[in-house]
């Protein structure tokens, strides 16, 4: 899909009654063939959402006007977004709680270097040098 100004690649995964995406970011139009390169060379590499239980339903013949109906009444309520955009959603919300802990933990580890500087210029001048 297009997401101005790139073009994204969302891969999904069913496991075990379980969902998980995974968003790839490729910069002009991708071919067919370059995504499925890219999907065989880098597949143990990606990284997925953290998985979502849910039920793979069989798809089933719908009636045209039903389904126009559907997606009329799904265009109207734009509220949560699709199942890969919530899940997307989630990853990004955990990648952000694991920079915030990455990073509170190195402005401890300078606070605490910093104080021992402190202490020893505290030490060397009691000292008289």
Not at 12 to 17: A, L, M, P, Q, T
Not at 44 to 73: A, D, G, H, V, Y
Request: positive net charge; hydrophobic residues 25%.
């Amino acid at each position: 899909m297009f997401e101005a100004p790139f073009w994204i690649g969302v891969y999904e995964r069913f496991d075990e009654g379980y969902y998980e995406v995974c968003k790839i970011t490729f910069g002009s139009e991708p071919k067919d063939y370059e995504v499925y390169d890219f999907l065989l060379k880098n597949w143990n590499s990606l990284k997925f959402s953290p998985p979502i239980k849910s039920e793979i339903t069989e798809e089933r013949k719908i009636n045209p006007k039903r389904m126009q109906r559907e997606i009329n009444n799904q265009l109207q309520n734009k509220g949560m977004g699709t199942k890969a955009q919530q899940a997307l959603k989630l990853q990004h919300e955990q990648n952000k709680m694991e920079r915030k802990v990455k990073s509170k933990e190195q402005r401890e580890v300078e606070k605490e270097r910093q104080y021992a500087l402190r202490q020893e210029k505290r030490k060397a001048k009691h000292r008289g040098k």
